[in-house]
């Protein structure tokens, strides 16, 4: 039995409309303000990435409703439990806000602390929502470029939004800032166009995560030849004044996205997810770096590179927990949250083995797309592997749902779950939250029921790894993994050899 408290007795939040409910299928941020704490919903987010791959694409009814609405929401609990769920906030339709990626707390010198919740919407321009109450939301800060933000972050009395482009490929790095954005609008930190642009003193590619560390703002962009990590040389960060910490993917090339960051005894440690959406068609494990106050990286969890690469700064070394990438397992595709807690480092995945059968009906019904995106083999060959992985699934008994590793030193690694804490449906582990009174909050991504808020005090959670440390891969599951390895070695090197996937110097 967990020790966690189920915090929505119904999944995706909605008792009085159970199809809503499931349609906030991701809790895809969290914050804490006053008395509560705040989720800002994803919106039928598998869909939506169906529609990614063509608006003519269809999505199979395991992740389809009816009635379907993809106008995000906020939802609020009252910490002690004597108030239900309440809805705050529902965008309208004229908005075509699809989900809320970030929340945070901020407020400017002498103000008081509001809350801001950043949207998803591809059309139009990046909504950034404030509430100093939690019940009533206004929107803020002018007109915001792009499609997204997946973070935010109050640094020296200034918020700072990086927001993502996606509908173009996510490629400028547009970074904002205000002290309140309610009385002074957004800011570019630089403009990316700027002719004085100097690209070896800028990080110019798309933002994917910021983080402070060291008294510095660190950026992680995706580029073409893969991830990199900047800093700024000052606490107010400005154009031709950053500095390049680490490049090229960590060593791996397909290495695109920085998922992940989180600061731990002194480290920064950063994940990395393969390129998309190569990554969603055929999962392959994320890897974990870490960074030193000297700007020193070297790998913790990963395998030998899909597309080496040849770093700037550093190299890649054999990964220091022992872990290959996603953790031994290739449908760790994301590293989806990392935090300390209570003295541990906590990582959160996302598990894509717990959708290879979404993704095999998406391919099935969309067969036409599909080849004409890469060719029929690659379709034959997809439809194969999925096939071939469900029924390894069953024959090895493969614990679905996201998995949750800790780490008393950042090194060392045990797994805490593998199944999704609650229910083998939470197929990620989304947002992790360390509350005022030192509770743990995960959110999860849960496209089946709707998502789960999960709340564990510092004496629950330390009786939980008590007694789930000993969780762990059977040697026939690590045998199915690598059988599974290779037929996705297989499916790469055709798409290669194909010129469907280009390789990277």
Same mark, same amino acid.
């Given at each position: 039995?967990?020790?966690?408290?189920?915090?929505?007795?119904?999944?995706?939040?909605?008792?009085?409309?159970?199809?809503?409910?499931?349609?906030?299928?991701?809790?895809?941020?969290?914050?804490?303000?006053?008395?509560?704490?705040?989720?800002?919903?994803?919106?039928?987010?598998?869909?939506?990435?169906?529609?990614?791959?063509?608006?003519?694409?269809?999505?199979?009814?395991?992740?389809?409703?009816?009635?379907?609405?993809?106008?995000?929401?906020?939802?609020?609990?009252?910490?002690?439990?004597?108030?239900?769920?309440?809805?705050?906030?529902?965008?309208?339709?004229?908005?075509?806000?699809?989900?809320?990626?970030?929340? %945070?707390?901020?407020?400017?010198?002498?103000?008081?602390?509001?809350?801001?919740?950043?949207?998803?919407?591809?059309?139009?321009?990046?909504? %950034?929502?404030?509430?100093?109450?939690?019940?009533?939301?206004?929107?803020?800060?002018?007109?915001?470029?792009?499609?997204?933000?997946?973070?935010?972050?109050?640094?020296?009395?200034?918020?700072?939004?990086?927001? =993502?482009? @996606?509908?173009?490929?996510?490629?400028?790095?547009?970074?904002?800032?205000?002290?309140?954005?309610?009385?002074?609008?957004?800011?570019?930190?630089?403009?990316?166009?700027?002719?004085?642009?100097?690209?070896?003193?800028?990080?110019?590619?798309?933002?994917?995560?910021?983080?402070?560390?060291?008294?510095?703002?660190?950026?992680?962009?995706?580029?073409?030849?893969?991830?990199?990590?900047?800093?700024?040389?000052?606490?107010?960060?400005?154009?031709?004044?950053?500095?390049?910490?680490?490049?090229?993917?960590?060593?791996?090339?397909?290495?695109?996205?920085?998922?992940?960051?989180?600061?731990?005894?002194?480290?920064?440690?950063?994940?990395?997810?393969?390129?998309?959406?190569?990554?969603?068609?055929?999962?392959?494990?994320?890897?974990?770096?870490?960074?030193?106050?000297?700007?020193?990286? @070297?790998?913790?969890?990963?395998?030998?590179?899909?597309?080496?690469?040849?770093?700037?700064?550093?190299?890649?070394?054999?990964?220091?927990?022992?872990?290959?990438?996603?953790?031994?397992?290739?449908?760790?595709?994301?590293?989806?949250?990392?935090?300390?807690?209570?003295?541990?480092? =906590?990582?959160?995945?996302?598990?894509?083995?717990?959708?290879?059968?979404? =993704?095999? /009906?998406?391919?099935?019904?969309?067969?036409?797309?599909?080849?004409?995106?890469?060719? @029929?083999?690659?379709?034959?060959?997809?439809?194969? %592997?999925?096939?071939?992985?469900?029924?390894?699934?069953?024959?090895?008994?493969?614990?679905?749902?996201?998995? =949750?590793?800790?780490?008393?030193?950042?090194?060392?690694?045990?797994?805490?779950?593998?199944?999704?804490?609650?229910?083998?449906?939470?197929?990620?582990?989304?947002?992790?939250?360390?509350?005022?009174?030192?509770?743990?909050?995960?959110?999860?991504?849960?496209?089946? /029921?709707?998502?789960?808020?999960?709340?564990?005090?510092?004496?629950?959670?330390?009786?939980?790894?008590?007694?789930?440390?000993?969780?762990?891969?059977?040697?026939?599951?690590?045998?199915?993994?690598?059988?599974?390895?290779?037929?996705?070695?297989?499916?790469?090197?055709?798409?290669?050899?194909?010129?469907?996937?280009?390789?990277?110097?």
């Amino acid at each position: 039995m967990s020790t966690f408290e189920k915090l929505n007795k119904i999944n995706g939040f909605d008792f009085k409309n159970p199809i809503n409910a499931k349609q906030n299928n991701y809790a895809w941020s969290m914050a804490e303000l006053g008395d509560y704490i705040y989720v800002g919903t994803g919106r039928n987010v598998p869909w939506i990435v169906t529609k990614l791959l063509s608006p003519d694409a269809e999505a199979p009814l395991l992740i389809s409703t009816t009635n379907q609405d993809n106008n995000a929401e906020i939802w609020r609990y009252k910490k002690d439990g004597s108030r239900p769920w309440q809805r705050v906030y529902k965008a309208k339709t004229e908005e075509q806000i699809n989900g809320f990626r970030f929340m %945070i707390v901020h407020a400017m010198p002498n103000s008081t602390p509001a809350l801001y919740a950043a949207s998803l919407s591809f059309q139009g321009s990046v909504a %950034i929502l404030k509430s100093t109450d939690g019940s009533n939301w206004t929107r803020v800060g002018g007109d915001i470029k792009g499609t997204s933000s997946r973070s935010m972050v109050s640094f020296n009395g200034m918020l700072y939004v990086a927001v =993502l482009d @996606e509908a173009i490929g996510g490629n400028m790095p547009l970074l904002y800032r205000s002290k309140d954005p309610e009385f002074f609008d957004f800011e570019l930190v630089f403009d990316p166009e700027d002719s004085d642009i100097d690209p070896e003193k800028n990080p110019i590619g798309g933002i994917n995560n910021i983080v402070v560390f060291n008294k510095k703002l660190y950026v992680c962009i995706s580029t073409s030849q893969g991830i990199e990590v900047w800093r700024s040389n000052s606490g107010y960060p400005k154009k031709n004044d950053w500095t390049l910490v680490a490049d090229k993917g960590f060593g791996d090339a397909l290495n695109d996205n920085a998922m992940a960051v989180g600061v731990y005894k002194d480290y920064l440690y950063v994940t990395a997810t393969k390129k998309f959406p190569l990554t969603l068609l055929v999962p392959f494990g994320a890897d974990m770096i870490r960074i030193d106050k000297l700007d020193r990286w @070297e790998l913790v969890v990963g395998g030998l590179p899909i597309i080496p690469s040849k770093p700037s700064t550093g190299r890649r070394n054999k990964a220091l927990s022992g872990y290959g990438s996603g953790f031994f397992n290739p449908f760790n595709v994301y590293i989806w949250q990392v935090m300390e807690y209570n003295g541990n480092l =906590l990582a959160a995945t996302f598990d894509h083995g717990t959708n290879i059968e979404n =993704l095999r /009906d998406i391919v099935l019904l969309n067969k036409e797309i599909i080849i004409d995106r890469f060719d @029929e083999d690659v379709y034959k060959l997809l439809i194969k %592997i999925y096939d071939t992985i469900l029924s390894l699934f069953k024959k090895f008994h493969y614990p679905k749902g996201f998995d =949750l590793y800790v780490s008393k030193d950042g090194i060392k690694f045990e797994p805490l779950s593998l199944s999704g804490i609650t229910t083998s449906n939470n197929y990620g582990g989304r947002i992790l939250m360390e509350g005022s009174e030192g509770e743990l909050y995960i959110g999860t991504a849960n496209p089946f /029921d709707g998502c789960e808020v999960l709340r564990a005090d510092k004496c629950a959670f330390e009786r939980y790894m008590y007694n789930h440390r000993k969780v762990n891969y059977d040697d026939s599951l690590f045998l199915f993994k690598r059988r599974v390895e290779m037929m996705l070695e297989e499916l790469v090197i055709h798409i290669r050899t194909k010129g469907l996937l280009e390789e990277k110097k």
